[in-house]
């Protein structure tokens, strides 16, 4: 099956990707191995979209994006990619149930979430540990539980969970959060959020499901959940060998979002520098597909 474009993932750069690209008159493919949205519908609020002048959830938000891309003719399947390769001048895009040609690629496989390394976090994932306050917020209503982490997920997060729980401790490894001031503040004015400074997680303790946390310094703590937000780590697996990535696994683009390989663009979280907000996905996934498509007719050889 032969594409002019396809694109790898469907948060928000591989959804922008498809509208311009279907609306630009490319035969575009958009290769998704979950819903289509990416990391934003895990996402309770999401506030800082122009446009978006009330809070939506990220679910919300997203709903009609792949939408907007079938209307323009931007093909989506629900399928994962498992190998992409280059023969006779065209980029092979394997599924486990298809294999697709295409003449340009467009990787929007974003990032996922870190682990923060505690003791019990594998075991105690799906049984107390969680990495999404908006799937799993709603088990801990009226309950005590622990936030990790001291950016903006973890501090939006805990505000998120402060609504719904009795009590939020908000453990940070150093004395200085890195989320932005304005959430700073809320979270500082948040009266059941109890901020822990200095302390990591040892360990989770607990049966079938959590129980407690010992941290750092020994101190034992009884609750009922775990929610870690230390970071994200990027989707590279596919380009990297094929494609030059920086000192964290980023995918090196220049502006037009070209990677180091002929007719291979990178947009979103996944490439080199990214600030890694919706927006800014948004915006690589324009200039990504605008470029592949010069690509195609011949202009960005
Ligand atoms: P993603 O959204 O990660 O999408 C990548 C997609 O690719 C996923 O759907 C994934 O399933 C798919 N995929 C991966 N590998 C494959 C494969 N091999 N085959 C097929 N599909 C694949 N940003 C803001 O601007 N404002 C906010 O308020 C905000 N809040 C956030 C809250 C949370 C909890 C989190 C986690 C992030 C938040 N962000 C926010 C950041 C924002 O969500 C990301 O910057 C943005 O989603 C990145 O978009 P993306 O399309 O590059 O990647
Ligand atoms: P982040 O900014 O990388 O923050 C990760 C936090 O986790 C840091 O505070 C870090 O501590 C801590 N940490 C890392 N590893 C740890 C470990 N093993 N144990 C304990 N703590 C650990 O990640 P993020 O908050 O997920 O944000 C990712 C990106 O999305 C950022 O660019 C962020 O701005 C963006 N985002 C934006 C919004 C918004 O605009 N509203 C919302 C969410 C996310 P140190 O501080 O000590 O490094």
């Not at 703590?221 to 494609?243: C, P, Q, R, S």
Request: hydrophobic content about 40%; overall charge neutral; glycine content about 10%.
């Amino acid at each position: 099956m032969g594409y002019d474009i396809v694109i790898i993932g469907g948060g928000p750069a591989g959804l922008s990707a498809g509208i311009y690209a279907s609306r630009l008159g490319a035969k575009t493919l958009l290769l998704e191995k979950l819903n289509p949205g990416g990391q934003i519908t895990l996402s309770s609020e999401i506030e800082n979209y122009p446009g978006i002048c009330e809070v939506k959830s990220g679910l919300e938000f997203m709903g009609c994006w792949p939408e907007q891309a079938k209307k323009f003719g931007c093909e989506i399947k629900s399928e994962e990619v498992t190998k992409l390769s280059m023969e006779n001048e065209k980029w092979i895009i394997e599924t486990h149930k298809n294999k697709y040609k295409a003449k340009a690629v467009i990787l929007a496989t974003g990032s996922n979430p870190k682990k923060a390394g505690f003791e019990g976090e594998e075991e105690f994932t799906g049984r107390g540990v969680s990495y999404c306050a908006v799937c799993d917020g709603f088990f801990y209503k009226d309950r005590v539980v622990a936030v990790i982490g001291g950016g903006d997920t973890a501090l939006e997060e805990a505000l998120y969970l402060s609504k719904i729980a009795k009590k939020v401790y908000l453990i940070h490894r150093r004395d200085k959060f890195r989320a932005a001031p304005h959430t700073q503040k809320k979270v500082l004015n948040t009266p059941n959020i109890e901020i822990i400074f200095n302390e990591t997680v040892k360990k989770v303790i607990g049966k079938d499901f959590v129980e407690g946390i010992i941290l750092s310094s020994n101190k034992e703590i009884k609750l009922d959940g775990v929610f870690v937000f230390v970071g994200m780590k990027v989707n590279n697996e596919l380009v990297k060998d094929l494609a030059e990535l920086n000192e964290y696994g980023e995918v090196k683009v220049n502006l037009k979002m070209e990677t180091s390989k002929k007719g291979l663009y990178a947009a979103g979280d996944v490439r080199s520098d990214s600030v890694k907000q919706v927006i800014a996905a948004a915006g690589d996934g324009a200039t990504a597909a605008i470029n592949a498509i010069k690509y195609i007719e011949g202009e960005n050889k």
